[in-house]
């Protein structure tokens, strides 16, 4: 028979440390727009964030948090979108993807050069956001 003592002990021990993955993904040269690769084993997709924009797209009505700075395409998209986000994936840590250089991972391609950042799947689906347009496709 096990003591009272040490089912407690086992269950308030520490759990070894899980080790995290560092983010996969980019900042844009002038910082304003991240990047970042997610995977859950059967999708993938590519969000990109921008901090400042001139654009202003209206805001859906089922939506209750920030809209129009935040963008994704899956793996499988038929188009980029605009997602309605309560958080951000703005990392200082990411590395620079200087203009004219490409992110690639796992079938997604993304482009930085001075007019903005470009993201598409394989089916060349993705989208396109600056500080003043931004395109879904």
């Known amino acids: 028979m096990k003591s009272p003592l040490l089912a407690v002990a086992l269950l308030i021990a520490p759990l ?53 700075r935040a963008f994704e395409i899956s793996k499988t998209g038929q188009s980029g979108i605009r997602i309605c986000h309560g958080d951000t994936i703005m990392d200082s840590k990411l590395p620079v993807l200087t203009y004219g250089q490409t992110f690639q991972r796992d079938g997604f391609t993304c482009k930085s050069e001075q007019s903005g950042v470009t993201c598409l799947n394989a089916d060349r689906h993705g989208f396109s956001i600056s500080r003043s347009a931004q395109s879904v496709f």
């Open 16 to 68: 070894p440390a899980l080790a995290q993955s560092a983010p996969s993904g980019f900042l844009s040269p002038s910082k304003n727009i991240a990047c970042q690769y997610f995977a859950d084993g059967k999708d993938a997709d590519i969000r990109c964030d921008i901090m400042e924009a001139t654009v202003s797209v209206p805001k859906p009505r089922d939506c209750e948090l920030e809209w129009g």
